[in-house]
Every structure is written in C-alpha cells, then in structure tokens.
C-alpha cells in the first residue's frame, strides 16, 4: 500500500523536478533565449524558495539533457536548439511559428487511442443514458424558445438555470443560494482550468491528492504550481499531515474529489468535511471541491458535499450535472461566494463568453422532469452490476483494490514485478485500453497501479475485455 506520509526525500524530489520544468518552460517561452545566461543558484533558489543543492540539480540535468551548457567560472546558458530532438520530449518540434509553452494532457493521449475494450474512459455507456428522451426534449426546448440560437447565454449562465439548481441544492443538501453564487461551465475541466488562471500564480504550492485527477494536474503544472501531495485513503485524509503541510506551505488551494473520488474510487467521511473546512479557514486556504459523480452511488448516498459546511467561503465546489444525463452537453455549476465567483465570471467571459445557451436549456428542462428520477435508479443499478462483473473477472489475478460504493472507476494494484507501461502497450496492441496510475500521481512514482473503468463500455464486451486484459498480464 502508498506510505502514509509523503518523506522528505519525496518532497525534495518534487522541488527538483519542478525547478527543472521551470527553467525549461521560461525556455520554450522565449523568456531565455538561446545563449542567454540562465540566474545565479543563489538568486534562483531565494526567487523560488528551496534549497541551492535543489537549484543546483535541476541545473545538472539541463546540462545532462542538452538543454543548457557551462562556460567556466561564468554560469550556466541556454543551449542553440539544434539538440538533438530523442533527448528531451519539452521541446516542442520545429515549427515556423512555437506557442508560448508546452501543453499536454496526458490522460486525452491515452484516450484518443482508438480500441474496441475503452476502459480509460470514465464515461457511461451511451447505451444506458436516456438518448430517446432527450430528443424530445430538443424539440420541446425549441417550441419554448423558438429564437434560441439567436442569442448567446449571459457569461455566468442562463438566469433560469441558475435559479433551479439554487432549488435543487436547497431541496437536497440544505444549501441556500442565490443565483449569483453560481457560474455554469463547458463540463468540470472548465471549471478547473478557470480556477487555475484565476487563483494560482507560477511557482505557487497547491496541495493536491495522490493519486488524483490527472487532467487536473496537467492544468496546473500549466500554471507553474508546485504540487505537495496528500495521500487519500479508503478511511479518508491523514488530517494532522494536511495541517501541518497547510502550516509549513500554506497553499492557495487544495484539489480535492471527495465523492467517489476519480481514480480510487473512496469518499471522505462526513467528520473529515466538516474539519477540512476548518483547516480552511485558519490556514486561508481555498478547498476546491471536485464532485463530478455525486449521484452515482450503489447503496446509500454519499456524505453531504463539504460546501454545506462552509460559511466564510474557503470552499468553490464544483457539481457536474450532466454526465449521467447527457455527457454531451457539458454543464457544471460553480458554487461559491460573489467574491470567489466573480472573477471566475471574468475568466469565463474571456474563455468562451458563456456556455451555448442550446445545452443549458435541453439539460434544464429534461433535467426538472420526473423521468431524470427513474434513469437515477435504472442507471446506479447498471453500473453497479458492471462493477460486480469486473470484480469476478479479476477475482483470480491476485490483485488487489477496495470495492467502491459509488462512481465509474476501480482502482487496482498490480504486482510490483508487472511493469504498467509495457502491459498498456501490449494491452492497446489487443485493442484494450486502461489508466496507469503513474499520471494520477502528482510525484509520478505509482508504477503498480492503474485506473480501470467499467462505465463506458457493455456488459459483455466488459467480460471479454477484462478477461483479455487478466491474459495479457499473465504473460508478463
């Protein structure tokens, strides 16, 4: 199992390798150019606030990769860029105009690969979402508003919707809102990437979960953020580590998926929520709440989102609404106070100046309906016998994982003598694809663990899969 507290030797290790992407995205940036001299190890290490050896290293491995020399007795430069191309992957490739730094998202790559067994997606089975119903909705939507398409949606979104899911919050968690708390956005990642540009600046400390969302952390090393990782476990958060890391980094945010968490699967207890929020506020650090699946739970619901216990707004949750609906239509609701959300609304209005008006409406409308009731109950019952058949299918590998109550994903470890890269390799070569658990860990060391999700694809082809998958690692 992942050790419950992140060493030092951890933490070192982390500062190094994000000193390094520092230096070498100021590169790609065209903020040091070529023979340009790069800062003192003196000066860069007071600039960033770690140890000279820390500066010192990164500084060795840019040598190493070509991306910086030494001239004697004078400093470290940057390299012309005519290294060669196999030694470092940052560089982009040649191109008569480059962007201003190197973007990637690893968890897409892995996505885009076209295979008939798709368990990276954590997405539902489009064959158990209500297709037929919504296309009557689409044609009730357009009978209401015949001018629709006219228009945009204001940049924080449609005035109607807003105000209904300030009911549905109230009806179903207490929450009194406005709906000038709320900021509708293009799907969760939206949400995360706004947040991103609002709220971290390059170099801030963020604490993030490990393993976590790895889009999410893609975004943010797009930031410039330094990770400190807080381990999550099937109990829950090690408070007293998250305090004493809140103590010694204080953080400007903590990503957090506390609901059927996305890759592990396990919810934080109700008693953890209420202390995280007081953690919150004492250590001025805002919670960001990620509950993309909150609705998809087996038996019992889960505990309430830890926004209900927030009162001085250290807490922006963000509540996917239509994955389990129409994943299509994109629509996520950031909740927080007028003052976290009003710059989100800025952000917002320069990122696409409002989600379409069109999807807003065909959610709200199916979305308010009694029918949004019976696919809950048809659709949980569904993923929960899928989950069961991918636990009977792996029953016999000798691998390990705790059961989840609720969500899309089952988070597995695998022998430590089983090398996940190969086996995904050899896995997309028989047309099965699955997460390994090393771009769900902000410290990129979880080798034994992959993201297995049993949502998106039929029962049958679940079975075949999972078997073919079980075979493939055998073979190792």
């Known amino acids: 199992m992942i050790n419950r507290h992140t060493s030092t030797n951890d933490t070192k290790l982390l500062l190094f ?5 520092f230096i070498v995205t100021r590169i790609e940036r065209r903020e040091l150019k070529a023979h340009d001299k790069l800062p003192s190890i003196r000066l860069l290490a007071q600039e960033l606030q770690v140890h000279r050896l820390t500066v010192f290293r990164a500084y060795q491995l840019l040598k190493q990769n070509h991306i910086v020399y030494v001239k004697e007795k004078s400093g470290y430069y940057v390299c012309p860029p005519d290294f060669p191309e196999h030694v470092i992957s940052d560089y982009t490739e040649r191109s008569p105009i480059t962007s201003s730094g190197h973007l990637r998202n690893s968890l897409s790559e892995i996505q885009q690969v076209p295979v008939i067994y798709q368990f990276s997606q954590s997405l539902i089975d489009p064959n158990l979402l209500p297709n037929l119903y919504i296309s009557e909705y689409v044609k009730k939507v357009f009978d209401i508003y015949p001018k629709l398409l006219g228009t945009y949606s204001s940049a924080q979104g449609d005035d109607e919707l807003r105000e209904f899911l300030c009911q549905y919050m109230k009806l179903h968690h207490s929450i009194q809102l406005t709906a000038s708390d709320l900021l509708i956005t293009t799907g969760g990642q939206q949400a995360i990437d706004l947040i991103s540009r609002v709220y971290i600046r390059p170099m801030d400390f963020i604490l993030v979960e490990r393993p976590t969302y790895s889009a999410a952390l893609d975004i943010f090393r797009q930031q410039g953020a330094r990770f400190i990782s807080v381990d999550i476990y099937p109990e829950g958060y090690d408070l007293e580590k998250v305090e004493m890391l809140m103590k010694q980094y204080r953080p400007r945010i903590f990503y957090m998926n506390p609901t059927f968490h996305n890759p592990t699967g396990y919810t934080i207890p109700t008693d953890q929520r209420k202390q995280l929020v007081e953690l919150a506020e004492r250590y001025r650090c805002l919670l960001i709440e990620d509950d993309a699946i909150h609705e998809m739970y087996f038996d019992q ?10 009162t001085d707004g250290w807490v922006v949750y963000l509540r996917s609404f239509s994955k389990f609906v129409a994943p299509g239509l994109r629509i996520c609701a950031v909740i927080g106070r007028p003052s976290v959300i009003k710059p989100l609304i800025t952000a917002k209005s320069l990122a696409d100046n409002g989600t379409p008006l069109v999807n807003q409406k065909i959610f709200l409308h199916y979305f308010e309906s009694e029918r949004i009731k019976q696919h809950l109950e048809k659709l949980r019952i569904a993923l929960q016998i899928r989950k069961e058949i991918v636990e009977q299918e792996l029953s016999t590998t000798g691998w390990s994982w705790v059961s989840p109550q609720g969500g899309f994903n089952l988070w597995l470890k695998l022998p430590e003598d089983l090398p996940v890269e190969e086996l995904l390799q050899e896995s997309v070569r028989h047309s099965v694809s699955f997460v390994p658990g090393m771009i769900c860990d902000p410290l990129r060391e979880m080798r034994s663990w992959i993201r297995l999700s049993y949502s998106f694809v039929n ?18």
């Open 301 to 310: 619901p889960p505990p309430q989102p830890i926004f209900s216990y927030d």
């Open 459 to 476: 029962e049958g082809q679940l079975r075949e899969g999972v078997r073919l998958l079980a075979d493939i690692a055998r073979r190792f």
């Open 17 to 21: 390798r994000q000193t390094y992407d």
